[in-house]
């Protein structure tokens, strides 16, 4: 193990420090603690260092060659030249910051244009941009729902539509996920009127891949008056005639009042935004917390972005060249005989038989040259271990063939073991 995934303070010493902790700092030590004896000595998954890219999906990680199979990156657009080359020019003319909130000096016409360009592609009048995903969550959701409101949303949503549901002071529970009959039974027992609820779910679930029944949920909604907000960070440039994600897919953008994504999986940097149609939500970004109290986008990964959105919505290659090979990757996987989460897309995962197994198999992968993302609660949906993978426009078919491979091997050897 290199030095870059060394732990300061692991094993007995730790623990010993730990019981001298009281309060606070000794319920996040022994957290910590739990967390380094599971590892063990090992490659610690939550250290992992990339040394160099070569590519959207190539990269070197301790010394190693190594293949991406756990990035978001998946149309490759945050090497592609001309969104560096829209980064440089604006790095050139505008600094490296704004150094301010968009409501001071931070508010550039570079904000503006990026704004109308993504408000322009969802064919909304318009959008509003954050500084992260995280951020569009919970501004969009804590600008629209209050006290006295109330906010049922999709039992398996990120943490960042959680975490917005409770700084938002409103009422909220979650509904069965993808049931829109548990949905329909909870708007039906609510003590208010359906104009204060808000129903937020997304559109690509991405720890197993699975897509949101967009269409149906927001039919059920929409039947009783509530607002639906849809999550389309992992749906963006993957889904629907243009890439706007699983919404437009399942032909239901009429029956949504807002959408929100992030610019830090297809688009290839970070940030995030919500669109609208409705006159009435104008007010929002004046309402979003985090929109008025933190630092704007830097004006290169602005530069960026708005490329970025340009070129998805031009060039539908992109999402075929993805599918492709996502779905020559899926019929390998289950042909070797493992079990996917959902139907075979770009993003999926891999059960596995529990922690020891998938810390096992995880390390097996990356010692060949293959990285993928390991998932543990609380982080999965039943307490699930899995191994996450994504395929990019980016990778090439040796790449799907060598990863496949791969798993053939690690295949062969847990049944002779």
Request: aromatic share 6%; net charge negative; proline share 5%.
């Amino acid at each position: 193990m290199s030095d870059s995934n060394a732990h300061p303070e692991s094993g007995s010493h730790a623990i010993a420090a730990t019981a001298q902790l009281t309060g606070i700092l000794r319920r996040v030590a022994t957290l910590g603690d739990i967390l380094d004896r599971s590892v063990g000595d090992a490659t610690h998954p939550l250290r992992i260092q990339i040394d160099r890219f070569d590519s959207p999906v190539h990269a070197v990680i301790d010394g190693r060659p190594t293949t991406l199979f756990g990035t978001n990156s998946y149309l490759g657009l945050n090497f592609d030249p001309r969104c560096i080359a829209a980064a440089e020019t604006a790095l050139r003319e505008w600094g490296t910051g704004s150094t301010a909130s968009r409501v001071a000096s931070g508010n550039q016409v570079g904000h503006t244009n990026l704004e109308r360009t993504i408000a322009a592609y969802y064919g909304r009048p318009d959008a509003i941009v954050f500084s992260t995903g995280f951020m569009a969550n919970l501004g969009a959701i804590c600008g629209l729902a209050a006290e006295g409101d109330l906010i049922l949303y999709d039992a398996f949503c990120h943490a960042s539509i959680i975490d917005a549901c409770r700084a938002s002071g409103a009422a909220f529970k979650p509904f069965r996920h993808n049931d829109p009959a548990d949905l329909a039974r909870m708007l039906d027992e609510a003590t208010i009127p359906p104009s204060r609820i808000l129903v937020v779910l997304e559109g690509l679930y991405s720890v197993w891949g699975d897509l949101g029944a967009v269409k149906d949920l927001a039919e059920v909604a929409k039947a009783r008056g509530a607002l639906v907000l849809v999550d389309e960070a992992h749906g963006l440039g993957l889904y629907g005639e243009t890439g706007r994600g699983v919404t437009q897919a399942q032909g239901a953008e009429h029956l949504v009042d807002a959408v929100v994504g992030t610019f830090s999986k297809s688009v290839g940097v970070i940030g995030g935004y919500c669109v609208t149609s409705h006159p009435a939500l104008k007010a929002l970004r004046f309402l979003a917390r985090a929109y008025l109290y933190t630092a704007s986008l830097p004006p290169a990964v602005v530069a960026s972005a708005r490329t970025a959105i340009e070129i998805i919505g031009s060039e539908p290659e992109l999402r075929a060249n993805v599918w492709r090979k996502a779905e020559k990757f899926c019929v390998g996987v289950k042909a070797l005989g493992y079990g996917l989460c959902a139907a075979p897309g770009p993003v999926g995962a891999i059960k596995m038989r529990g922690l020891v197994q998938g810390l096992n198999f995880w390390r097996d992968l990356l010692d060949r040259g293959i990285y993928v993302n390991i998932l543990v609660p609380p982080a999965t949906p039943g307490g699930e271990v899995l191994l996450r993978f994504s395929v990019s426009a980016a990778h090439t078919d040796e790449d799907v063939d060598r990863f496949l491979s791969v798993l053939g091997e690690l295949s062969v050897e847990a049944r002779t073991a």
